[in-house]
T-cell receptor, first 114, second 113 residues
Framework: AQSVTQLDSQVPVFEEAPVELRCNYS??????LFWYVQYPNQGLQLLLK??????LVESINGFEAEFNKSQTSFHLRKPSVHISDTAEYFC????????????FGGGTRVLVKP | DVKVTQSSRYLVKRTGEKVFLECVQD?????MFWYRQDPGLGLRLIYF???????EKGDIPEGYSVSREKKERFSLILESASTNQTSMYLC????????????FGAGTRLSVL
């Protein structure tokens, strides 16, 4: 079985400040890792994913996440946030062998203040 | 672009009613999923389907059933709605194979009174 822990349920941050959202997972097998974002009144959208290769992955809107196998973490960072980054962010894991089922963390709500 | 459409954004039902939530995807994806989303709990998998007429229980199937008669459509059924099923329900679809991502619908917010 696998599980995902997002350590912060809410993160208030000022515009143009950096933000880090923490994600730790547990799994007995190799995994794929994902960050999804949910803007107000919308469904989830993929932000970025780690499948293999470079442990640092980036999104088109300035977010990045680093896979750390020894610490079983996949923290999400952005050096300078915008008001439009206000959303809920979900970390998710799926076992490589099973491939289909995603296990989600509890979510981190980011509120960007002017 | 992949489109996953959930038939209703908001639903209000009474305790004991039979409730159908419909989901349609337009990308010929083999896999489809139903989740419920509750504050602080993230998304929890209710049921999923690998193919037409195939279904498997997720982590919280109690009180729910599903139907997949056509590849593009996956229905979630609450046989007798209860107040503890008040929640946001999200449908997703995915191309079969390892590492492929899930695409989500906008969600249905169900209130059971």
């Amino acid at each position: 079985a696998q599980s995902v822990t997002q350590l912060d349920s809410q993160v208030p941050v000022f515009e143009e400040a950096p933000v880090e959202l923490r994600c730790n997972y547990s799994s007995s097998v190799s995994v794929y890792l994902f960050w999804y974002v949910q803007y107000p009144n919308q469904g989830l959208q993929l932000l970025l994913k780690y499948l293999s290769g470079s442990t640092l992955v980036e999104s088109i809107n300035g977010f990045e996440a680093e896979f750390n196998k020894s610490q079983t973490s996949f923290h999400l960072r952005k050096p300078s946030v915008h008001i439009s980054d206000t959303a809920e962010y979900f970390c998710a894991v799926s076992a490589k062998a099973a491939g289909n089922k995603l296990t989600f963390g509890g979510g981190t709500r980011v509120l960007v203040k002017p | 672009d992949v489109k996953v459409t959930q038939s209703s954004r908001y639903l209000v039902k009474r305790t004991g009613e039979k409730v159908f939530l419909e989901c349609v995807q337009d990308m010929d994806h083999e896999n489809m999923f139903w989740y419920r989303q509750d504050p602080g709990l993230g998304l929890r998998l209710i049921y999923f389907s690998y193919d037409v007429k195939m279904k498997e229980k997720g982590d919280i199937p109690e009180g729910y059933s599903v139907s997949r008669e056509k590849k593009e459509r996956f229905s979630l059924i609450l046989e007798s709605a209860s107040t503890n099923q008040t929640s946001m329900y999200l449908c997703a679809s995915r191309l079969g194979g390892s590492g492929n991502i899930q695409y989500f619908g906008a969600g249905t917010r169900l209130s059971v009174l």
